[in-house]
């Protein structure tokens, strides 16, 4: 579906700075609302209203104000848009092959699985009937114990993974290594991005951006409408590099965390210079196809540069999150034997990095080797490689973050993975 008509060279940089404008208030009212802030109900809603309501071509209509965001929602209104990113947004196709690889069923009642979460005592049942949880999938050595969704949601519907994609992205960049377009982690940036050299970036490498620990000045401040996540929070290409370039250095490379939005774009840049090509397509060559994911997915792009958003935002369906969670237990290699991965890639994503012992190579760090990609509003590939345990969650939370069913999802999630270590 064509987003943007465009008749003239004049009104097609008109309608790119527009989208661009539309995709800042976008990104920066998910920083804003990472703070927890919850928004106004509606009772109801429909496709049809939401598409109306905010679809961007509409919104840019009505001059793309950020009370248009899709973070701005309802309740209702987002369990049908984060269903329908590609119908709202600008997005790149992440083809599937088409022949899906299995995932035998031997299902267990996990019910009765008993968690405290939030001062109260509730069973992994009662969990499943929340209004809040869209889907679960529980895998154990390559079988489904458990798959529910709500009413409204199914097998077959994608899902925006939100930051769950800087985790694909951590994956891609692997592949990058193994197929040989980049050398090694430890490679400096500037190598692949040569027009950041003679900033304070020349100094980091490609390891410290996975990291989170550049050394690089920058304001994640969601409530500073001068700090330079609500600057910068969008950018991609020159745009991004010219931005970056200017910043100062805080700290020396790898030993300071500093959570920092635009490098998870900025480790896109790094990975489409070394490749050559786009990222969708490098995915779906690399992993969605070979690794048997049953439906195509799709990866929102940021204009006007066209390009992926290397933090954020690929829809897939549960299933197809759940490969992706298999693909890094099995440390890149593919149901038919093939390594994507180089060897041992996944033991290093997941080890603690020198700034933060939380974080890896985009991936969080959990209890007891236990490790994962989160999104907001509850979007999880939770990974327990000693129970060889996946389990992949849609979700539409209260809030972004710190809601009562996040800290639900967070203690049932640990108990299922405590109690299926002892079968």
């Known amino acids: 579906m064509a987003l943007l008509p465009v008749k003239t060279a004049g009104r097609c940089q008109q309608s790119f700075a527009a989208m661009s404008r539309l995709l800042i208030s976008f990104f920066g009212s998910l920083a804003v609302i990472s703070s927890g802030w919850v928004f106004a109900e509606s009772d109801t809603a429909t496709l049809e209203s939401v598409i109306a309501k905010y679809r961007a071509d509409v919104v840019l209509a009505s001059g793309g104000s950020v009370e248009a965001s899709p973070l701005f929602m309802s309740q209702a209104e987002r369990r049908i848009a984060f269903a329908h990113f590609d119908v709202l947004f600008p997005t790149r196709v992440i083809r599937s092959g088409g022949l899906a690889s299995s995932l035998p069923t031997a299902l267990v009642d996990l019910s009765g699985i008993r968690f405290t979460a939030n001062e109260t005592d509730m069973t992994v049942g009662e969990l499943l ?15 489904i114990l458990m798959e529910h969704y709500a009413a409204d949601h199914s097998a077959d519907v994608p899902w925006v993974t939100f930051s769950v994609t800087k985790s694909v992205t951590s994956l891609l960049m692997g592949a ?5 377009y980049i050398d090694s982690v430890t490679d400096p940036i500037v190598k692949y991005l040569p027009r950041l050299a003679g ?3 020349g100094e980091s490498r490609v390891q410290d951006i996975l990291q989170m620990a550049s050394g690089i000045a920058w304001n994640e401040d969601y409530d500073d409408p001068e700090s330079d996540v609500a600057r910068a929070a969008t950018l991609n290409g020159v745009a991004l590099t010219d931005y970056l370039a200017q910043l100062p250095r805080m700290a020396p490379p790898g030993t300071r965390f500093n959570y920092n939005t635009a490098e998870s774009n900025l480790l896109g840049e790094v990975l489409r210079s070394a490749i050559g090509m786009n990222a969708a397509p490098y995915l779906s060559q ?3 196809q070979p690794m ?4 195509d997915a ?3 792009l940021s204009l006007p540069e066209d390009r992926e958003t290397g933090g954020c935002c690929i829809s897939a369906t549960l299933r197809d999150y759940a490969r992706l969670g298999l693909l890094a237990l099995a440390d890149g290699v593919l149901p038919d034997g093939t390594r994507i991965l180089p060897e041992g890639w996944m033991a290093a994503s997941t080890a603690p990095s020198e700034g933060y012992d939380g974080y890896g190579y985009k991936w969080w760090l959990d209890a007891d080797g236990r490790y994962g990609a989160y999104g907001i509003f509850g979007q999880t590939i939770a990974i327990d490689p000693k129970a060889k345990l996946v389990i992949a969650v849609h979700s539409n939370a209260q809030a972004a973050s710190g809601s009562a069913y996040g800290q639900e999802l967070e203690a049932a999630l640990a108990a299922i993975s405590e109690h299926l270590r002892g079968r």
Do not use: F, P, R, T
Request: proline fraction near 0%.
């Open 298 to 300: 799709n990866w929102l």
């Open 176 to 180: 990058a290594i193994q197929d040989g």
């Open 292 to 295: 048997g994911m049953e439906s």
């Open 199 to 201: 900033s304070e970036y």
């Open 286 to 288: 690399k992993i969605w």
């Open 129 to 143: 009937d929340s209004e809040h949880l869209m889907g679960l999938l529980v895998v154990q050595d390559g079988k």
